[in-house]
């Protein structure tokens, strides 16, 4: 099973955007960090990939790592 791209949680001069890796524009804008996490939490489930929470300066502060399904070929 091929896993989605990870969402990334970056400053936004509106506040915090959700950017899926490797996209050049934003998926989503929120006014807080949380929010912004938790919509990144949502596409990151959709798609069996990873939340990626960086501070303002664009260092990564934290990586939510999802488990990803076992593939069992029948």
């Not at 091929?2 to 934003?26: L, Y």
């Not at 798609?47 to 999802?66: F, G, K, P």
Request: with cysteine; aromatic share 6%.
């Amino acid at each position: 099973m091929i896993t989605g791209r990870d969402q990334h949680v970056f400053p936004h001069e509106n506040g915090w955007q959700v950017k899926g890796e490797m996209n050049q524009n934003a998926t989503s804008v929120h006014n807080t960090l949380n929010k912004a996490i938790d919509a990144a939490r949502g596409i990151a489930e959709k798609h069996c990939a990873d939340v990626v929470i960086h501070h303002r300066d664009i260092t990564m502060r934290y990586r939510d790592a999802r488990p990803k399904p076992v593939y069992t070929p029948e």
